[in-house]
């Protein structure tokens, strides 16, 4: 391949490449953070996003070239010149693709191992899906029962879920995290919020005509309003 058509490729891949990081980059995807394992998941987000933007720009190059520089005329009906295949070539496009697949899994990984793991003293609370609500309860405070999520801020938390008829899913879109709960398992799941604030908590998984009303919040306040909370008597 001659200089001036490498050149003209690289042009086409860094312009196709810089579309595609403008539509990732500026709308603003991803809500605010509000948790330590958000961050993780976000880089993982973002790792797997450029990813995706290098093979697009290679592969958006590649077509817009072929078509500019190699469209048939318009009453051109002949087959093309015969090709051969190139085996230095199947072995890069095979070996490449491997290497990427395999670093996202690596990342992900760690990442879940680390989202993973629990904090130091964690607070523990347990949460029911049912058609069409969530509740909680917390074992530590005499089970106390609470239509809100309520977590004190940069405690390490361990949600225990339990499903009373389909499967749910939870999910906090400011946590990033999100877990099936499934009839008969009883699935973890570790977060350390570190924002205060009032989130959603959002059923992600079809489980009835109700679906899209299944919805509650999270309240993460801060550690002396938390225990103030907990303190009182009765459901709240």
């Known amino acids: 391949m001659r200089r001036g058509s490498i050149v003209q490729l690289i042009v086409i891949g860094v312009l196709a490449g810089a579309i595609a990081s403008a539509f990732a980059l500026i709308p603003g995807w991803l809500p605010q953070p509000a948790s330590r394992e958000a961050g993780r998941i976000d880089f993982v987000f973002w790792f797997?996003?450029?990813?995706?933007?290098?093979?697009?720009?290679?592969?958006?190059?590649?077509?817009?070239?072929?078509?500019?520089?190699?469209?048939a005329k318009p009453d051109d009906d002949s087959d093309g010149p015969p090709i051969h295949g190139h085996t230095g070539l199947e072995i890069l496009w095979t070996a490449v693709p491997t290497l990427l697949v395999t670093s996202i899994?690596?990342?992900s990984a760690i990442v879940l191992a680390k989202d993973d793991a629990?904090?130091?003293?964690?607070l523990r609370v347990d949460?029911?899906?049912?058609?069409?609500?969530?509740?909680y309860r917390y074992p530590e405070y005499g089970?106390?029962?609470s239509d809100i999520l309520r977590l004190p801020v940069n405690r390490s938390v361990v949600l225990r879920m339990t499903s009373k008829d389909v499967i749910h899913s939870f999910w906090v879109p400011e946590f990033r995290q999100k877990q099936d709960v499934v009839p008969g398992i009883h699935p973890?799941?570790?977060i350390t919020p570190n924002r205060v604030g009032t989130y959603p908590v959002v059923c992600?998984?079809?489980c009835g005509v109700g679906h899209a009303l299944m919805r509650s919040r999270?309240?993460?306040m801060k550690a002396g309003a938390f225990a103030k909370w907990a303190a009182k008597k009765g459901p709240s």
């Open 48 to 71: 797997v996003t450029g990813i995706c933007i290098f093979v697009f720009s290679i592969v958006a190059a590649v077509s817009v070239f072929a078509v500019w520089k190699f469209r």
């Open 105 to 107: 899994a690596i990342v």
């Open 118 to 122: 629990e904090g130091a003293n964690p």
């Open 127 to 135: 949460v029911t899906a049912q058609q069409f609500f969530w509740s």
């Open 143 to 145: 089970n106390k029962a």
């Open 188 to 190: 973890t799941l570790h």
């Open 204 to 206: 992600t998984e079809l």
């Open 218 to 220: 999270v309240i993460v």
